[in-house]
Structure formats: structure tokens, C-alpha cells
């Protein structure tokens, strides 16, 4: 078997030979065929380009696809044969064929290969031994050759090989020409006959403007030669040059587009040639960022680049644009200097600029971007000019008082107004103090509103300042000056804050000074009444002018005398005129405001008449003169007449006047000595945080309480003397008044039957038994139930009077009114011994849970005076007295932002806080009576129990009577002598009954109770009857009509400043004297507004503004002038706001939240998620909450 494997192999090998060598010619065959006919295709399209130069571009593209078509024909025919397949027996018979003698025993063995059935072995053998033989015998190049055409395409290919190279060679620019423009129909490139042209410049860029000059030389024999152009929108055009000298010119200026030339003399077609323009460069969508400095608190704005920008001086500047074309650098610069190298960036394919710089120097400053092109020019992109404007300083402007100098009195209220102008940031404005000795005082103040539309900006504020005040923190000074100080953002390393000061104002103390509203009221009266007169007489003598030429005017032409009294007379009627018009204006805001518009009505007729006279010499007949110079006259007289009945009413408010200032007076006296009792309070043994007071001090003390207590009921019989004035107010004070007595009548006979229940128990007792009734231990049960009601009431009431508060205690007291509604609960349950002790357990528990809070509410008492008392000191406001401690003054300001009205808030916080522990005291005792009762019961002592029952009984009585003496009494009334006189004597009985149980003796107890039953009675019967006459005496005031010279105060107002003043007269605790009288100065204020907002027309106005009088919300002890008054008052703030936060609309849930916020870390972390608007403002106001309450308790 290997020996037949290798005679096939032998054969294989020879066919395999003679495959490559077939394989081998037939691609030489068709590589010739094909070179020959692109070699000859070639050959004619650049004879034809010769031959027919210049050849449309249609026919070179129809040359060119005839010859690739052809190329592509030969190449398919040519290497036919060569992708044809060839089998192993197709070759043995080929070889076969041509030699017979084979007689086809190759074929024949290569068949049988691999058969074996039915063919005999020894057979087969001998076959495949002779073709191999025979194979070995083939000679395969021989066969190949004898039967190869290569060499019919060889040698033609190569011919024209030798054709192609010799015209090179020869003519080696026209043949390169001619064989490209073949191949490459498209291309630009000229005929043969371009190699005759010269041309310059050939291809160029250049900008859109410059000037395109194109030089021809031209070696061949024809006179002129034409420009061929078509331009970037497809448009062509042809231009015949001549030939000037040796040279062909051509020029055009300016190039505005783009445009591909080429030029053709005769046959001969140069190349195309292509001028690219660009546009001239420019910022395209150029826009200018301006950063303000960071003090400034500004944000930047984004404007289009313009001719003209402005900028505080430090601020930065970015510029971002785009350029219509390829910039390679770009530069700003001012002055000769670079002030920036802009950054390129190229996004899809367009340039972006962006570049930053800054300018500190003030003036202006012209800027230029200057751009460098691509192609190496420079070019000034844009100019344009800044002006950098300095951080002046604020100016102030006192708008009110204008006086330099002014006396007034202790209890006036100063109300400063004044105008801050700021360029840019105002950030802190305050007032300064001095006096002759060196003494300076600063004030911080809260920062005023802009002015809208203002420009530069404007802002309006105003302080109202109390005098008395500034005169004791003054220390007693009764001459000092005052100023408005204003300071901006500006840093100190640019020299900053600038300040802005006011003309000083120099107080002098007088108490025989008039006050300032009788001054203002009566410039508002007098004045205008005296302008008025002016006007009238101005008014006239126009009119008397008139009638001195009233004959004159009928003549064509007047006489010079003549004009000049009647040009006279029309300046006198002009002027008249706008001192009524800005009279009529001021009048608006004054207490003759209905009168504003008869003012307006007169100015009016001024005007016409006026019109009149000056045009009744135009008039064309002599009665039309006459006619109109008749109406100038009559609108002259109406309006004397009209300016007369103004007068005429004027005059009849005078006594209403005169009463209003009255009122105004007496709410600035009432403020004055809220004021002073404020500082008494701060003062008093029980609020003062340091050591007992000596002897001398407290008799001071006493002394100045005295005083204060004197100079309060005087104020309360003036506003009883103005009540009485005022029967509107009258009936209404009476009114509530009535309420308040048949309520307290009610009391008073609960009280009665109190006393009734004691007394039946206190006799039970002292019979020999010693042993209560069932029914009177029931009753016992039911008392202690009631006041154990009564008691988690009034913890309840506590806890919701803390909350509203935000006082710590609202920490605590949920304790306390919890366990002493659990107290209730168990009280109400008692009856037999173990659920009696359960019930004096939980009142005991609840007992604990009240003395606890009572303690608490002293600390924060005690916390709360220290406050007030170092804020009265007022360290923080006091600057240096030197020049050189002055910036060490400024840190100390008292600033809006940390706690514009702190002084108000003190003053709060210490009243309520000394209520609030009083309240709690009592609480305190009269649940540890109960739980001592309760106690007593469960270990079966009935008679202590009822001891307990019978003290507790009596404080309640003793609450009673001081509430009944403490009811005001608008009208005198022996019903209500006679209600207090039984209320003190029962009280006073109750107390002995309490007295004589606690030594056993009950039937002295006994009898006590009944003398007090019996007080109480006749009390209660004579309130009910005061009640009664007090209603009936309402009503008869309330039919009274108001006298007609009154002004007309809000009737609840008189009546709430009268039960304040009356209260606060009556009050022993000298915080809560103080809260009252204040609160009877915001009322009489108030009241004050209503009369002259009825005065001005408007009845429904409840807070029109008043010079000279502090704001409602105003304490005694506040800081003077710490409320702004300019524009619009805020509105009232949720209970617990502080007042600077709510000015920014910040309700009691976000306080909370921001509480919630800071209470961990005060402005550290928990203020990132408070707004930027007030996020120091909160800082600095926990900052400073925060320190006080480190502060150690007493």
C-alpha cells in the first residue's frame, strides 16, 4: 500500500506543477490585458485633451467612466480563466490529449483511486506503476508554453508602457497635467497649456475688506486672457483681461465672499485657484459678569457688553463670548496695560472666550479686547468703558426735628426721623450721646427701610426717644446732643467701615418747656392759618391790581404800567397758589386733613383766574376782554372766600385741638412713668440680684416707690378726669366695670356659702362627739374636690400661659398639671380610708410637683432681674469717652441683628416671670392644704382635716377681698365702699375662723364663719347692686352725645388706660405695677391715635402715626429708639417671636424648628439649614440668650 501511495504521489506532484505553471500564465495574461487597456485608454483621453483642449468638464467626466468601464470589461475577461477551477483528472486528460501514447492511464488510476471492489489488486497496481511513469516523463513548462498567448498582451502593454514614459520624459509638465487631469476629472488642476501661465498670488486667505490683486504672466501669443470666477454661491462669471506690458492685472476692493478663479488664453486652461475669505473677527453673543466685592453681600449679574458698564471699585469682572471666526489670542487691556490673557476653547468647532480681571482704581476706565487672527494680524475687537465708582460713605439727613436746638421736658417723647443714603450696603446705623463732661452713649438701632425707586439708595427711618430716659442713662445730664450714625460693609482692609454722621441735635431739659405735640399741633393750626392769611392777601391785591386797569383792558394795546401790574398780579396769584397747593399737601397728614381738599378747590380758582387775566388781552373784541378780565376777578374773590371758610372751620376745631394735645400728654406722662416704674421694679429688694440692700438705700427706695405711687394716681384722676370728658368712654368703662362686679358679686356669695358649709362642720365638731355628720363629711369631701378642681385649673392656665411665653417652665409644669389632675381624680373618688390615703398621696405628689415648678419660676425671676438690671446699666452701649477706645465701642453696639428690642423683652420676662412665681406659690399652698386635709381624713382626724379645709378657705376669701378693692371705679359709688368694707371684714372673720381651729376652739370658729357668711352676704348684695347702678349709668352715658369741642378717643381704649392706670396704682408688686402701667400708656396712646384719626376723616384708621409717641409694643425700660417708624409697620408677631425674627415673616413653627435647630450648638451646625436672610441674626440672638442663661442663679 505505501508503494501505490507513492507511485499517486509522483503524480500529484507532476500535476500540482503543471497547475502552478497554468495558474502563473494566466496572471501575466491578465494582468497585460488589463494594463494595456488602461495604459491605452489613458493614452487617447490625454490625446483628446490635446488634440480638443479645452475639454468641457461633462465630456473629461464621460472620457473618464468610458475608460474605467473598459478597464473593468479587460480585468472581468482577463481573470476569467484565472478564477476558473482545475481539477487533478481535468489536468491528466489535458496532458492526455496532447500525448495519446499516455493512453490515458493517469486519468484512468486517479479514477480507481480508492476503489477496491470489483477491480482486481495486482491489476490496479500495474496502472497506477505506469502513470506514474508516465508522469514523471511530462515536461510541465514545455506544455505550458507550447499552448501560452501571454506574450500577444505583454508586448503591447509594455509598448505603450514605453509611449507613456517617453512623452513624460519629454514633455514632462503637459504630459503630468494631462495624465492627472485623466484620472481625476475633478481635480483643478489646468490643461498642458497651463504651464504658460505665471500666476500671483495664486491661492490666499484674506479678511473681509482687504484688497485682492491678482499678477498674470502669460508666455503664449494671444492679446488678452480671460478670468474665469465662480464665487461661493455657485455663481460664475468670466472677465477678459488685456495685457498691460508683459503682465495680465486684475484687482478687486474690498472681497466681501469667498471665490475659486482660474484663467484661459486660447486653448491653454490654468489651474484653479480659490481666495478664501474670512470675516473680519468679532465677539458674537458677548456677554460681561460683574462680581460686587463679597461685603457687599450682592450677587453678580450677567449683562450683554455694552459701550458703558459700572462697578464698585474691587469688583470682578468676567468676560464670556464667542468670535465669528479663528482667534488665536486675545487680550484685555486698559491704560496700555494687559489686564487678562483670555482663555480659547474650541466646542464644535466655535471659539469660546472666557477670561476674568479686576479693577480697584475709581474713574474711568476705557477697555480694549484686542484679538489676534490665524493669519497673524491684530485687531481691536471691541472698546468700550467702565466706571469703577468708589464705597463712599453714608450720608445722614435728619429729616425731624429740623430745629438745631430744643428744650423740652422729661416725660416727652423725641421722635427722630432721618434719611441714610447709601450706595451700596448698609449694614449698622446707631445713635450717639455726649455731653459737656465727655460722657458718650451709643444706641444701636434697627436698620431702616429702602426707599423704593430710590437712587442712589435711600433709607427713611426714625426713632421715638424717650427723654427721661436719655436723661438717666445720661447720668441726669439736662443738656446733651445726639446724632444719627451710619455705617456701611465696607472691610478694613479697604479702609473700611465708611461712616456717615448727622448734625448734632442739641436737648436741652426745661419742664416749663412746651411739650413738642402742642408745637406741632399748633404749627399744624397756627401755621397754617397764618399761610392761609399770606395767600389771601397775596389773592388781594392781585384782584386790587385787577381792578385797577379793569377800564385799560377793553383798549387794543395796554399800557406798560398796566402790564407790568397785571404781570404782577399773575406771580402774586402764582404763588398764592402753590403755598395753598403744598399746603393743601401737608394738611393730608395733619388734624385738618378733611380740609385738604377746599384748599385744592381754592388753589384751583387761583389757577383759573389767573388763566383768565392773562388771557383777556389776547381776546379779539373789547367785551370779551371785559368778560374774561370779570371771571379772573370772580375767581380771585371765590377763592378768598373759600380760604375764608377754611379758616372759619379751622377755628372751630381749636378746642378739639388743645383737648387731643391734652391726651397726647397725658399718654407721654403715663409712658414717662411707666418707665420710671420700670426701673423702680429693676431696683426693688425683690428683683435685684445682689446683696441685700443697706437701710438708707431701702428707705431711698421706699421713698422713690412713694413718689412713683403719687405721681400714678395723679395720672389715674386725669384719665378719670378724661373719662368723665368722654361719655362714650364713660359708658364703657362703667360697662366692664359692671361685668366685673356682678361676676365678683357671684364669688362673693360662693364665698358665703362657704363660709356657711365651715360653719355647720366647726359647730358639729365642737359638740362632745367631736364627729362630723355624714352629710357634712360629705360636703367636706366635696369642698377639698373643688379646690383640687380649682387648683389643676389653675395649673393648667399656668402651663398655658408658659407656653405662649416660651418659658422654660413649660418644661416643667406638665409634671405639675398632671399630677395634680391626678390629685382631682383621686379626690373626687374618696370615701373610705385606703382611698383616702391614695388621695393624699397623689395631692402630696402633686404638692412636691407645684413647690418644685414655684422654685423654678423664682430662679428664673431672679434670672430675669439680673438681665434687666445689667441691661439697665447698659455697660454694652457705653463707649470710650477717648478717641482711642472708640473702635473698642464699636464691637459693643447694641445691634439689631443680636436683639433689637432685648430691652422689651426683659422687661417681659421678669414680670412674667415674677407673675408667674407668685402665682405658683399660692398654688403651692393651697394644694398642700388639700393634701394635708386629705392626709387628716385618711387617719380619721376630722378636725384637722376641717383646719386645713377652713385656712385654705381663707386665703380664697383674703384673694377676694383685694380683688374687690381693686376694682376700678370710674364714678364714685357707695354700693362698692360698701361691697369692699363687708369683703375686708369678711375676709378678716374668715381668718380668725381659720385662727381659732388652729387652737381648737371651734365654736369661736363657728361664730366667725357665720359673721363672715354674713359679710360676704351683704357684700355680695351690694356688688350686685353697684352692678346695677353702674350698668344703669352706662347706659345714661352712652345716650350723651360727645361734646362738639372734644376730640373723639376710642372709647375701649380710655376705658382699658383707666383699669390699667388703676391697677397698676393699686399693684404692690412693683413688676407687675410696672407691666400695668405701661400697658395703660400703650392704651391711652392708642386712644390718641383714634382722636386724631377722627380728626383727619378717618374713623376706621386704628394706627395712624403720632409724633412724639412711642409704639404700642413699647416696655418701659426699653431701649430708646429701637423701633424703626419708617414705612409700613410690621405686623404683629405670633406669640414667642422674638420681634427682630417675625420683621422677617417668621411664623411660631419655623421658631421652633430653628430652636430645635440651635439649642445643641448655637450657630454652629444646626444653622445650615436656617435661610441665609436670617441665619446671623438667629446666631447672634441664641448667642446672646445662650450666655445669659450660663449665667449662675442666686
Not at 685 to 714: C, F, H, N, V
Request: aromatic residues 4%; negative net charge; proline residues 4%.
Amino acid at each position: 500500500m505505501m508503494h501505490d501511495h507513492n507511485s499517486l504521489t509522483l503524480v500529484h506532484e507532476t500535476l500540482g506543477r503543471l497547475k502552478k505553471q497554468i495558474r502563473h500564465t494566466q496572471l501575466t495574461r491578465a494582468v497585460a490585458m488589463v494594463l494595456t487597456t488602461a495604459l491605452l485608454g489613458l493614452l487617447v483621453m490625454m490625446a483628446l485633451d490635446w488634440v480638443f483642449s479645452p475639454l468641457p468638464l461633462w465630456l473629461r467626466w464621460a472620457m473618464f467612466v468610458t475608460w474605467l468601464l473598459a478597464v473593468c470589461v479587460s480585468a472581468r475577461r482577463g481573470f476569467a480563466p484565472f478564477m476558473r477551477k482545475i481539477g487533478a483528472v481535468q489536468l491528466a486528460r489535458w496532458v492526455e490529449h496532447r500525448h495519446p501514447e499516455m493512453q490515458e492511464r493517469i486519468s484512468t488510476a486517479l479514477e480507481l483511486d480508492g476503489q477496491q471492489a470489483g477491480v482486481s489488486v495486482g491489476l490496479l497496481d500495474e496502472l497506477r506503476q505506469a502513470a506514474s511513469n508516465d508522469a514523471v516523463a511530462v515536461d510541465t513548462r514545455a506544455e505550458v508554453r507550447s499552448v501560452s498567448t501571454t506574450r500577444k498582451w505583454v508586448r503591447p502593454a509594455l509598448a505603450l508602457v514605453g509611449v507613456l514614459l517617453a512623452l513624460i520624459t519629454i514633455w514632462p509638465k503637459q504630459s503630468s497635467r494631462l495624465l492627472v487631469r485623466a484620472v481625476a476629472p475633478f481635480s483643478s488642476l489646468g490643461n498642458a497649456g497651463a504651464a504658460s501661465f505665471t500666476i500671483q498670488p495664486g491661492s490666499i486667505e484674506l479678511l473681509e475688506g482687504d484688497r485682492f490683486s491678482l499678477t498674470i504672466g502669460y508666455s503664449g501669443e494671444e492679446s488678452y486672457v480671460a478670468l474665469i470666477t465662480e464665487w461661493e454661491n455657485g455663481q460664475r462669471s468670466q472677465e477678459n483681461l488685456t495685457r498691460q506690458g508683459h503682465e495680465f492685472l486684475y484687482e478687486l476692493n474690498p472681497v466681501s465672499k469667498s471665490f475659486r478663479y482660474k484663467l484661459r488664453a486660447g486653448r491653454a486652461e490654468s489651474d484653479a485657484y480659490s481666495v478664501t475669505v474670512w470675516p473680519v473677527p468679532a465677539l458674537v453673543d458677548a456677554r460681561l459678569e460683574i462680581t460686587p466685592p463679597e461685603y457687599l453681600g450682592l450677587i453678580a449679574h450677567n449683562e450683554p457688553l455694552a459701550e458703558q458698564h459700572s462697578a464698585v471699585s474691587g469688583s470682578r469682572f468676567r468676560l464670556l463670548s464667542q468670535t465669528n471666526t479663528a482667534i488665536e489670542a486675545v487680550q484685555i487691556i486698559s491704560q496700555d496695560k494687559v489686564l487678562a490673557d483670555v482663555t480659547i476653547t474650541t466646542a464644535s468647532g466655535i471659539n469660546q472666550l472666557d477670561c476674568q480681571w479686576s479693577i480697584e482704581d475709581a474713574g474711568f476706565h476705557e477697555v480694549i479686547i484686542r484679538g489676534k487672527h490665524r493669519l497673524g494680524r491684530e485687531f481691536d475687537l471691541h472698546h468700550f468703558v467702565i466706571e469703577i465708582r468708589e464705597d463712599l460713605p453714608p450720608q445722614v439727613v435728619l429729616l425731624n426735628p429740623l430745629q438745631k436746638e430744643l428744650k423740652l421736658r422729661m416725660d416727652e417723647i423725641l421722635e427722630l426721623r432721618y434719611e441714610i443714603t447709601e450706595d451700596f450696603s448698609l449694614v449698622r446705623n446707631a445713635i450717639e450721646l455726649n455731653d459737656d463732661k465727655g460722657k458718650n452713649l451709643t444706641l444701636g438701632q434697627n436698620l431702616p427701610p429702602l426707599v423704593d425707586g430710590s437712587n442712589p439708595p435711600r433709607y427713611r427711618g426714625g426713632s421715638e426717644l424717650s427723654v427721661g430716659d436719655l436723661m438717666t442713662r445720661m447720668g441726669g445730664a439736662r443738656e446733651f446732643r445726639l446724632r444719627v450714625k451710619a455705617q456701611d460693609g465696607k472691610p478694613s482692609e479697604r479702609s473700611g467701615p465708611g461712616t456717615g454722621y448727622s448734625e448734632w441735635l442739641t436737648i436741652r431739659i426745661d419742664e416749663h418747656a412746651e411739650s413738642l405735640i402742642r408745637q406741632e399741633l399748633r404749627q399744624q393750626h397756627e401755621g397754617a392759618m397764618q399761610e392761609i392769611d399770606k395767600a389771601i392777601q397775596e389773592v388781594r391785591q392781585a384782584r386790587e391790581r385787577m381792578d385797577w386797569h379793569k377800564e385799560e383792558v377793553k383798549q387794543a394795546k395796554l399800557s406798560e404800567n398796566a402790564e407790568k401790574n397785571l404781570t404782577e398780579a399773575a406771580e402774586q396769584l402764582a404763588n398764592a397758589q402753590e403755598k395753598i397747593n403744598e399746603l393743601a399737601k401737608d394738611m393730608q397728614e395733619s388734624v385738618h386733613a378733611p380740609l385738604a381738599s377746599e384748599l385744592k378747590q381754592a388753589a384751583e380758582q387761583m389757577q383759573q383766574s389767573r388763566e383768565n387775566m392773562e388771557n383777556a388781552p389776547l381776546q379779539d373784541d373789547a367785551d370779551q376782554r371785559m368778560q374774561k378780565m370779570q371771571q379772573a376777578r370772580d375767581g380771585a374773590e371765590d377763592s378768598i372766600k373759600k380760604l375764608e371758610l377754611v379758616k372759619q372751620e379751622m377755628q372751630k376745631d381749636n378746642e378739639k385741638i388743645q383737648d387731643l394735645a391734652e391726651l397726647q400728654e397725658l399718654a407721654q406722662r403715663q409712658q414717662e412713668v411707666a418707665r420710671q416704674a420700670q426701673q423702680l421694679a429693676q431696683q426693688s429688694p425683690e428683683s435685684s440680684s445682689k446683696k441685700p440692700l443697706e437701710a438708707q438705700q431701702q428707705q431711698q427706695q421706699q421713698q422713690e416707690q412713694q413718689q412713683w405711687q403719687q405721681q400714678q394716681d395723679r395720672l389715674k384722676e386725669q384719665i378719670r378726669q378724661e373719662l368723665a370728658e368722654q361719655p362714650q368712654a364713660m359708658a364703657e368703662a362703667l360697662q366692664q366695670q359692671a361685668e366685673q362686679a356682678q361676676q365678683l358679686a357671684e364669688r362673693a356669695m360662693q364665698e358665703a356659702q362657704s363660709q356657711q358649709q365651715l360653719q355647720q362642720q366647726a359647730q358639729e365638731l365642737a359638740q362632745p362627739e367631736k364627729q362630723l355628720s355624714e352629710a357634712s363629711q360629705q360636703a367636706l369631701q366635696q369642698a377639698l374636690a373643688r379646690e383640687q378642681e380649682a387648683i389643676a385649673q389653675d395649673t393648667v392656665a399656668q402651663l398655658d400661659q408658659a407656653r405662649e411665653q416660651r418659658s422654660e417652665l413649660a418644661d416643667q409644669l406638665p409634671e405639675a398639671a398632671n399630677a395634680t389632675q391626678q390629685a382631682q381624680e383621686k379626690v373626687a373618688e374618696v370615701g373610705d380610708q385606703l382611698a383616702n390615703e391614695q388621695a393624699a398621696e397623689s395631692a402630696n405628689a402633686a404638692q412636691e410637683s407645684l413647690e418644685k415648678s414655684a422654685e423654678q419660676a423664682q430662679q428664673i425671676a431672679a434670672q430675669a432681674a439680673q438681665n434687666a438690671e445689667e441691661n439697665a446699666a447698659d455697660p454694652a452701649s457705653q463707649t470710650a469717652t477717648n478717641e482711642s477706645d472708640e473702635v473698642a465701642a464699636e464691637s459693643h453696639e447694641v445691634s439689631p441683628a443680636q436683639a433689637a428690642d432685648q430691652a422689651k423683652e426683659l422687661a417681659q420676662q421678669q414680670a412674667q416671670a415674677e407673675q408667674q412665681a407668685t402665682a405658683l406659690e399660692k398654688l403651692s399652698k393651697r394644694q398642700e392644704h388639700v393634701a394635708e386635709a386629705l392626709a387628716a381624713l385618711a387617719e380619721g382626724n376630722q378636725a384637722e382635716a376641717l383646719e386645713s379645709l377652713q385656712q385654705a378657705q381663707a386665703e380664697r376669701a383674703a384673694e377676694l377681698a383685694q380683688d374687690i378693692a381693686a376694682l376700678p371705679q370710674a364714678q364714685s359709688s357707695g354700693a362698692m365702699q360698701q361691697a369692699e368694707q363687708q369683703g375686708k371684714q369678711g375676709s378678716a372673720q374668715a381668718s380668725q375662723a381659720a385662727e381659732q381651729a388652729g387652737k381648737n376652739l371651734q365654736n369661736q370658729a363657728a361664730q366667725q364663719h357665720q359673721q363672715a357668711q354674713q359679710s360676704f352676704e351683704r357684700s355680695a348684695e351690694a356688688l350686685t347692686q353697684a352692678a346695677a347702678e353702674m350698668s344703669q349709668a352706662a347706659q345714661q352715658a352712652s345716650q350723651q352725645p360727645t361734646p362738639q369741642q372734644q376730640a373723639q378717643a376710642s372709647a375701649e381704649d380710655l376705658a382699658e388706660a383707666f383699669y390699667q392706670a388703676s391697677q397698676a396704682s393699686e399693684n404692690a408688686e412693683p413688676q407687675q405695677a410696672a407691666q400695668q402701667a405701661q400697658q395703660a400708656a400703650q392704651s391711652l396712646q392708642q386712644a390718641a391715635r383714634s382722636a386724631r384719626s377722627q380728626m383727619q376723616g378717618n374713623p376706621s384708621s386704628q394706627n395712624p402715626r403720632e409724633p412724639g409717641q412711642s409704639e404700642p409694643s413699647q416696655q418701659p425700660g426699653q431701649q430708646p429708639g429701637q423701633d424703626s417708624i419708617a414705612g409700613e409697620r410690621p405686623a404683629e408677631a405670633d406669640p414667642g417671636v422674638p420681634p427682630e425674627l417675625a420683621k422677617l415673616g417668621i411664623s411660631a413653627a419655623d421658631w421652633e424648628k430653628i430652636q430645635a435647630n440651635l439649642r445643641s450648638d448655637v450657630g454652629a451646625g444646626g444653622a445650615s439649614s436656617i435661610p441665609e436672610e436670617y441665619r446671623e441674626l438667629v446666631k447672634g440672638y441664641f448667642q446672646s440668650m445662650s450666655s445669659k442663661k450660663s449665667s449662675p442663679s442666686p
